[in-house]
C-alpha cells in the first residue's frame, strides 16, 4: 500500500521565518495530494493542494510544491505568524481515488 | 448545512464493552471513512465506502465494524473494546470524484479502562 514519509515530526521557528515541512510517498499512481492544519484538540481541515500536473500552487502566504519525479512534495509557509501554530499533516490518495494515506504530521511552533 | 457530525465527543468504555460512534453527513458525499488518531502515529484508515452497501478495510481495521444503509450515514461499531483502542476517532468525508480533500467531523476521544 501507499506509504507517505513526512519530515521534521517537529519544527519551531521564528515569528516572520519561514517554515518548510517535506513529505515522501511511494505509490507513483498517487495524483492529488492535501494539506491539513490541525489545531490543537480540533479537526483537520484542508488548508492547500496540489494535483501531479502542476509543479507549484500559492495561496496567500502557503504554497506547496511537487517533484512527482522523486515523489515528494513540501508545504512552505512565509512569514509564519503564532496562529500558525498546528499540527500539519501531509497526503496522498491511493491510486488515483479518494482513500488517503497521511503522513505522521508535523507539529509546528511560531515563537512571537 | 452542518457537514460531518460526529456523537459522542467523549465516551468512556470498560474493557469488553461495545459501542457505536455515529456519523451524519448532509453534503451528499459518496465517500466516507473513519480513522483514528493516535500520537505520533497520525491518521490511520479503519474503514471506508464508496457508496451505501459498500464497505472495505483499511489499515486497521481489526475489532471494529462499519455498515453504510444510506449515504448520510457511517456507524463505526466496536464490537468488545481493549484499552488499545484508546485514541480520538474522526471521521471524514468527500465526493466520490474529483480532487477534494476530506471534510471531517469534530472527532470522538475513546478512552477504554
Known amino acids: 500500500g501507499e506509504n507517505v514519509e513526512q519530515h521534521p515530526s517537529t519544527l519551531s521557528v521564528q515569528e516572520g521565518d519561514s517554515a518548510v515541512i517535506k513529505c515522501t510517498y511511494s505509490?507513483?499512481?498517487?495524483?492529488?495530494f492535501p494539506w491539513y492544519k490541525q489545531e490543537l484538540g480540533k479537526r483537520p481541515q484542508l488548508i492547500i493542494d496540489?494535483?501531479?500536473?502542476?509543479g507549484e500552487k500559492k495561496d496567500q502566504r502557503i504554497a506547496v510544491t511537487l517533484n512527482k519525479t522523486a515523489k515528494h512534495f513540501s508545504l512552505h509557509i512565509t512569514e509564519t505568524q503564532p496562529e500558525d501554530s498546528a499540527v500539519y499533516f501531509c497526503a496522498a490518495n491511493l491510486n488515483t481515488g479518494n482513500q488517503f494515506y497521511f503522513g505522521t504530521g508535523t507539529s509546528l511552533t511560531v515563537i512571537p | 448545512n452542518a457537514g460531518v457530525t460526529q456523537t459522542p465527543k467523549f465516551q468512556v468504555l470498560k474493557t469488553g464493552q461495545s459501542m457505536t460512534l455515529q456519523c451524519a453527513q448532509d453534503?451528499?458525499?459518496?465517500?466516507m471513512s473513519w480513522y483514528r488518531q493516535d500520537p505520533g502515529m497520525g491518521l490511520r484508515l479503519i474503514h471506508y465506502?464508496?457508496?451505501?452497501?459498500?464497505?472495505d478495510q483499511g489499515e486497521v481495521p481489526n475489532g471494529y465494524n462499519v455498515s453504510r444503509s444510506t449515504t448520510e450515514d457511517f456507524p463505526l461499531r466496536l464490537l468488545s473494546a481493549a484499552p488499545s483502542q484508546t485514541s480520538v476517532y474522526f471521521c471524514?468525508?468527500?465526493?466520490?470524484?474529483?480532487?477534494?480533500?476530506?471534510?471531517f467531523g469534530s472527532g470522538t476521544r475513546l478512552t477504554v479502562v
Open positions: 505509490d507513483s499512481a498517487s495524483n492529488y
Open positions: 471524514a468525508s468527500s465526493p466520490l470524484w474529483g480532487d477534494y480533500g476530506y471534510t
Open positions: 465506502s464508496v457508496g451505501a452497501g459498500i464497505t
Open positions: 453534503m451528499n458525499h459518496e465517500y
Open positions: 496540489i494535483r501531479s500536473n502542476v
